[in-house]
């Protein structure tokens, strides 16, 4: 199993809106709606933002936001605040009980 | 609280073997599938291997097989990860994470990691 493929980093000013891109292949983000978002605060605990491509978990900022397209999922922050600024990870089903992370991206809030 | 404690990481050498445990709190730990994710230094997460509720399905990635074991002991509310002829590659940060069940694939918790180290 490849690793799915994500910018190393973005960056935006606070209050601007971002996009992070997943990109897999048909065999697992192209195959299954079941992309997962976390944010990694580096020595913390990673959290769950969105799943199933696109919906929150109970307290994740409706900023929020995950979509798809083919074989390439996005995370959209908007309204982007200083303590967004994390490692962000995508993660997508890929069959026989396995999973495939992407290589991850920094945000930096400018 | 909800909460994941990863313990039993380590500086081992090529070769050898390390027992990881992850202690599960303010859930009920039987009733989830968990999983160990690592990340390697400078590195993206992967995924290594779950075991669901009752321990009758278990499944590794590529690099785990015939190398790792995971188990757990519901009694206990721990997760174990037997981890045997160990390689510098397998050197990460080694999260123990749950399922978020209800039919949701995702890993909804997670614990804060234990370092293993693999190197002569």
């Known amino acids: 199993q490849s690793a799915l493929t994500q910018p190393a980093s973005v960056s935006g000013s606070p209050g601007q809106s971002i996009t992070i891109s997943c990109t897999g292949s048909s065999s697992d983000v192209g195959s299954y709606n079941l992309v997962s978002w976390y944010q990694h605060h580096p020595g913390k605990a990673p959290k769950l933002m969105i799943y199933?491509?696109?919906k929150r978990p109970s307290g994740v900022s409706n900023r929020f936001s995950g979509s798809k397209s083919g074989n390439t999922a996005s995370l959209t922050i908007s309204g982007l605040q200083a303590e967004d600024e994390a490692d962000y990870y995508c993660?997508?089903?890929?069959?026989?009980?396995?999973?495939?992370f992407g290589g991850g991206t920094k945000l930096t809030v400018l | 609280e909800v909460q994941l404690v990863e313990s039993g990481g380590g500086l081992v050498k090529p070769g050898g073997s390390l027992r990881l445990s992850c202690a599960a709190s303010g859930f009920t730990f039987s009733s989830y599938s968990m999983n160990w994710v690592r990340q390697a230094p400078g590195k993206g997460l992967e995924w290594v291997s779950s075991?669901?509720?009752?321990?009758?399905?278990?499944?590794?990635a590529d690099s785990a097989k015939g190398r790792f074991t995971i188990s757990r002991d519901n009694a206990k509310n721990s997760l174990y990860l037997q981890m045997n002829s160990l390689r510098a590659e397998d050197t990460a940060v080694y999260y123990c994470a749950r399922d978020f069940g209800g039919g949701k694939y995702a890993f909804d918790i997670w614990g804060q990691g234990t370092m293993v180290t693999v190197s002569s």
């Open positions: 075991i669901s509720s009752s321990s009758s399905k278990i499944y590794y």
């Open positions: 199933e491509g696109s």
């Open positions: 993660c997508s089903y890929a069959g026989s009980s396995t999973w495939v």
